[in-house]
């Protein structure tokens, strides 16, 4: 579904059974792409938000644990499994793997250039970090919580200069929005 936000009635942009998730590039682009759940694996599929167009680009035989597409909708990264990322060239199909070792992986979301990805990772004496993971395979630990927080995601502005760092707490929680103070 979309929905205008000046405000309006929600349309419906496509319907599938199975996605499993879906991602946007940033405008200008209008690159978006979902995956579904299917017989021979997770199938990625290409779809126009205008129109609900569709058509697939491949299949990944093992499920892997989370994808994201880059801001300039050029790329998927795809995390195989709880070392190995693959980089997926959306123009030309070309893909290479990287093996980031010493730590576990699960989820992922692109710095804004679009050159490396943010990941929520633990130290082997249970802290909790957010890496930084180059294509090459590079991990830097851009920041570090303590055995009480529980990373999920960060996400960076798209100026690069601020991030939102997606936290689980343990306690009943509201969402706030302030406007005007």
């Known amino acids: 579904m979309s929905k205008p936000l000046a405000g309006g009635p929600p349309r419906l942009v496509l319907r599938e ?3 499993w998730n879906y991602g946007c590039a940033r405008a200008p682009s209008k690159l978006c792409v979902f995956s579904k759940l299917t017989e021979h694996g997770l199938t990625y599929v290409f779809f126009d938000p205008e129109h609900g167009e569709a058509r697939e680009l491949l299949t990944i035989a093992k499920d892997p644990r989370n994808w994201v597409i880059s801001p300039d909708g050029s790329k998927l ?5 709880r070392h190995r990322i693959r980089f997926l060239s959306l123009d030309t199909g ?3 793997e ?11 979301d692109w710095s804004a250039d679009g050159r490396s990805v943010f990941m929520p990772s ?10 930084e993971v180059d294509q090459a395979g590079k991990a830097t630990v851009v920041l570090e919580g303590n055995s009480n927080n529980e990373f999920v995601a960060m996400i960076q502005s798209p100026d690069g200069q601020y991030g939102l760092l997606e936290e689980v707490s343990p306690a ?3 969402a706030w ?3 005007n103070f």
Do not use: C, F
């Not at 990287?98 to 989820?107: F, Q, Y």
């Not at 633990?122 to 890496?131: A, E, N, S």
């Open 177 to 179: 929005m302030v406007d």
């Open 122 to 131: 633990i130290t082997p004496r249970g802290i909790q970090v957010v890496l």
């Open 98 to 108: 990287v093996t980031v070792k010493d730590w576990p992986l699960n989820s992922m």
């Open 94 to 96: 070309m893909a290479h």
């Open 172 to 174: 009943e929680n509201n």
């Open 77 to 81: 990264a795809i995390v195989l499994d």
């Open 17 to 19: 059974l199975e996605i």
